[in-house]
């Protein structure tokens, strides 16, 4: 598990959520570094039939949901996006739902 897979894990378990930006800087990286790797990793978590654990970032100005890209990315993954609240609500309940 790589540091970008373990903040995200520790959120899920704490059921709480991260602005990009304080998550770039609790990584030290740059933005396009994080939007790359979240976007791998939402690549992955649906090759696997995970729920995306990138559902737990949110926009600074996204009123809690992550940011458009969030939603393309998970749309051309195949997902139903129609209901963008409904959509990352369900993902972050799957996200903490014990194993």
């Known amino acids: ?21 304080a998550l770039a800087r609790d990584l030290g ?14 690549e ?10 990138a559902s737990l970032c949110e926009a600074r100005l996204g009123n809690g949901l992550p940011a458009q890209g969030f939603f393309e990315k998970a749309a051309a993954l195949g997902f139903d996006v129609s209901d963008p609240a409904g959509f990352v609500a369900s993902q ?5 739902a014990p194993d």
């Open 1 to 21: 598990m790589n540091e970008l897979e373990a903040r995200l894990a520790a959120l899920a378990a704490a059921g709480q959520t991260v602005t990009y930006g």
């Open 92 to 96: 972050r309940r799957n996200l903490s």
């Open 44 to 53: 992955t978590d649906a090759a696997h039939g995970q729920p995306l654990r």
């Open 29 to 42: 990286w740059r933005m396009g570094q994080l939007t790359a790797a979240l976007e791998a990793l939402m």
